[in-house]
């Protein structure tokens, strides 16, 4: 009997670490740009066209840089997220609205809430590209003197903010 | 309205799939023949529900429905026909609708050719099918569900991805879910074995021609899958070792491995509890590919989207499956006797062997495709295992694995004598190392890997050469043909499949070892050589597709001053993804391809481009379909097509009894 029973044992041990892999992220890869300044931009705002915005007036704070777009579904999903982040006023979370149309990322922002005290456009990908953007939604928690300091690639969870990114801020803001 | 049609068969095939999987087992168990009954048409309707579900998604695609969210994730406006129904299977919801149609035409299948099962048996078959089909189905309804609305509708899709937009697309995901599906039916007979503790002789005989049908269209559908990066990915390789291309390649070397198992429980009634043991295994990889790329435990390219929720869904349904069946065959297994004895030099014994390495390859293969999350979860960081880990590891075993093909169909039942073979094969052996220590020299550059590999696939085709002479010489005929014709089908099976095996490893061979490649600047009118081919770039030209926008090179290809043919590699940028693809040019042929993409464009006109020559590549998916060939023709044997006859005239079980103990 004892032999017949080895293919289960095997079995066994490979759930228990596909199921530990669940819970791991495998998107979580290791940005060569964490600990690198954050590459500048300069672009239209998604509000007031003619005015710009560029990274560099964030200077001197803390910052999160969340590129979006009205056609990504990850980012309906960290919406919520996003929000109540914005409620709580702890940390500004600026926009980056990439490869995407100005009417539609408006009135997605009208019809489920905008997080963002301003937002800039990205419509053709440039920026994306500097920052080594995989794919929307991405966030980067940008430090004081315009460095980056983490990297979420795809939708932003509850407790990922609550154990990495909020204590992280929170420390970069004491400094 | 379609739409929630299509969602309402779902559900109504879920509770189809409930009553068969529940009722023909209990009924099996307590020997109730009215409700063994019910698996037949319970499989058909079920049939008919999914059927119905897939071609409301079908039409969902075709009148471009974007109110379907899962429609207009995946398709476009522009986006041609065809692509739009190939799309049904484009991302993840879709493809498990596609899973579940094909376990279904399976169902089908077995319902209709069962005549000759008990009737026990074919209900315990049927309803482990439906019990897996409720775990697919179920998974659909509850967090996959192709039919979900998106309120208010998008006002245009956000197309197909890029990639998947090739004619590739539109046959390699059926060809492959068939195999993976298939050996569905070869589980259900391990399971329904298991649970009546039949496990004997018919059972094998039973199981053969469903397992070696599934291992075909696997064949093919790896086959395809590689052929299909090969020129759509843009850099001339044709398989990556990546973990979606090992998910397809796990169940292939199981279920090679069962097959060849089958034969032997099958003739001589050993290896039962391996068989089905085999049986489960295939059938699990299949279902662990399935979580592998849906689950998003590893980042591969082929895992396009990805949620935990459905990974946490597909894990329990795994340990419940494999788990269960595992269980199963622990608590059972042992009461199943041995076999024949045999000794260690004889048919059985090298097949066994084989078995033996064909499985080890399967776990390293295994070992290679999780180990980076086996570290990950252990925290000792993240690290992915790339091409040189599974060459290392893979050619040591599979060179003795292929060594022994070519001496056991030679080889006796029970009990083979070692010298005896040794001169029956010296001349194959001569031959063989002979001509792989001389070809390459010839051929310019030698080196002992391309030497190993054209030894392995001369010793498969100079031993099969043996074998035919020798089994022609013992059968009765008047003329050559006419002796030919007298070997059974089954055997020629076995001859092909094994020579496409060599053609296979020619291929492999001559590409690893001869192929050359070129990264070269070239200006309008600009030439290169390479592979004594002479390149001329004639300069490029803007052209629209039906979603895409494309530039699209000529090149001008001579040989000795000889005009050969004209090759248009194009790079093209599809508007609604902003996403570039290169559209590789192939000059196909029989001993070499010419393979030519474009980079990047740069000043003046100038283009850097890339230029391979390929030998022999093409013979890499030749053999895989010779292989696929060899499988078909197994199956045709007369046999089985006895075995169907003899349903239909239903002669009395007295004469079966006797007739199927002749054949």
């Known amino acids: 009997m004892s032999r017949f029973l080895i293919p289960l044992g095997i079995f066994v041990v490979v759930l228990a670490f596909l199921g530990v892999g669940l819970t791991l992220n495998p998107r979580e890869l290791p940005s060569p740009l964490v600990g690198k300044p954050a590459p500048n931009f300069s672009l239209p705002q998604l509000h007031e066209k003619d005015k710009v915005l560029s990274s560099t007036d964030l200077r001197g704070q803390v910052w999160l840089l969340n590129f979006w777009a009205s056609w990504c579904g990850g980012c309906k999903e960290e919406h919520p997220v996003l929000i109540h982040l914005a409620k709580s006023g702890e940390v500004p979370i600026y926009g980056m609205d990439y490869k995407d149309r100005r009417e539609e990322a408006l009135a997605w922002l009208k019809e489920w809430g905008n997080p963002y005290p301003l937002v800039a456009v990205d419509e053709s990908g440039r920026v994306g590209i500097d920052y080594g953007v995989y794919g929307v939604p991405e966030t980067y928690v940008i430090d004081k003197a315009g460095v980056i300091r983490y990297k979420q690639i795809g939708p932003l969870r509850e407790d990922v903010l609550q154990t990495k990114i909020l204590p992280l801020v929170r420390e970069l803001q004491s400094q | ?663």
């Open chain 2, 1 to 663: 309205m379609i739409p929630e049609i299509g969602h309402y068969a779902l559900i109504l095939a879920l509770c189809v799939a409930v009553v068969q999987g529940t009722i023909p087992i209990y009924g099996a168990a307590v020997g109730n023949s009215s409700f063994m009954s019910v698996a037949k048409p319970a499989a058909r309707g079920q049939f008919l529900l999914v059927l119905l579900a897939f071609c409301c998604l079908g039409y969902a695609f075709a009148v471009k429905d974007f109110s379907v969210l899962y429609v207009a994730a995946t398709s476009n406006s522009q986006l041609p026909l065809h692509y739009r129904i190939a799309a049904i299977w484009g991302a993840h919801e879709g493809s498990l609708l596609l899973w579940v149609f094909i376990l279904t035409i399976w169902m089908v299948a077995v319902s209709f050719f069962s005549g000759h099962l008990p009737e026990a048996m074919r209900a315990r078959i049927l309803g482990v099918m439906g019990l897996v089909s409720v775990g697919f189905l179920l998974f659909m309804l509850t967090v996959s569900n192709p039919f979900e609305r998106l309120i208010p509708a998008a006002f245009d899709g956000r197309d197909l991805n890029p990639l998947l937009q090739d004619p590739g697309m539109v046959i390699h995901p059926p060809m492959l879910y068939m195999g993976y599906v298939g050996f569905s039916v070869a589980f259900a007979f391990a399971l329904a074995a298991l649970f009546g503790g039949t496990l004997d002789a018919a059972w094998a005989r039973w199981s053969r021609p469903w397992t070696t049908v599934a291992w075909c269209f696997l064949t093919i559908g790896v086959a395809m899958g590689s052929g299909w990066a090969y020129y759509e990915l843009g850099w001339g390789g044709w398989w990556f070792w990546d973990p979606v291309e090992n998910a397809s390649f796990m169940p292939w070397l199981a279920g090679t491995a069962l097959i060849h198992s089958l034969a032997v429980t099958d003739k001589r009634g050993s290896f039962k509890a391996w068989s089905v043991l085999l049986a489960i295994l295939a059938f699990s990889l299949s279902l662990l590919g399935t979580f592998l790329v849906r689950s998003g435990v590893l980042t591969s390219v082929h895992a396009f989207a990805t949620d935990p929720k459905r990974g946490l869904f597909i894990l329990v349904f795994l340990a419940v499956v494999i788990g269960g069946s595992l269980m199963l065959y622990a608590w059972r297994a042992p009461r199943v006797g041995l076999g024949g004895g045999f000794s260690i030099v004889s048919r059985e014994g090298m097949l066994l062997a084989n078995n033996v390495l064909l499985v080890a390859a399967l776990g390293s293969v295994l070992l290679g495709t999780l180990y980076p999350l086996f570290l990950d979860a252990l925290d000792l960081g993240k690290i992915s295992v790339g091409p040189p880990y599974f060459d290392t590891v893979f050619v040591p075993l599979m060179t003795p694995a292929i060594f022994l093909m070519g001496i056991g169909p030679l080889a006796q039942w029970k009990k083979a004598s070692l010298p005896d073979l040794a001169v029956r094969l010296r001349w194959a052996f001569g031959v063989s190392v002979a001509t792989a220590l001389v070809v390459p020299i010839l051929m310019g550059h030698w080196s002992p890997l391309v030497s190993l590999g054209l030894l392995l696939a001369l010793w498969i085709a100079t031993t099969i050469a043996v074998d035919l002479r020798e089994r022609l010489t013992r059968t009765d005929g008047s003329s050559f043909m006419g002796k030919l014709a007298m070997l059974p089908r089954a055997y020629w099976g076995m001859v092909i499949a094994h020579f496409g095996l060599a053609l296979f490893i020619t291929g492999v061979t001559m590409v690893k070892g001869f192929e050359v490649e070129q990264d070269v600047r070239m200006n309008v009118g600009e030439t290169a050589t390479l592979g004594g081919y002479t390149f001329r770039f004639d300069g490029t030209e803007q052209y629209r597709g039906p979603n895409y926008i494309a530039a699209r090179g000529s090149i001008h290809v001579s040989q000795d001053g000889r005009d050969v043919t004209v090759m248009y590699p194009e790079k093209r940028r599809y508007t609604v993804q902003n996403q570039t693809m290169t559209e590789a040019a192939i000059s196909p042929g029989f001993l070499r391809d010419l393979y030519v993409s474009l980079g990047e464009p740069l000043e003046g006109g100038a283009w850097s481009v890339r230029l391979y020559h390929k030998p022999f590549i093409d013979w890499i998916w030749g053999g895989c379909l010779v292989m696929a060939v060899g499988g078909v023709v197994a199956i045709s044997d007369r046999r089985y097509r006895l075995a169907w006859r003899r349903k239909e005239v239903e002669v009395p079980a007295g004469t079966q009894m006797a007739r199927q103990t002749v054949s």
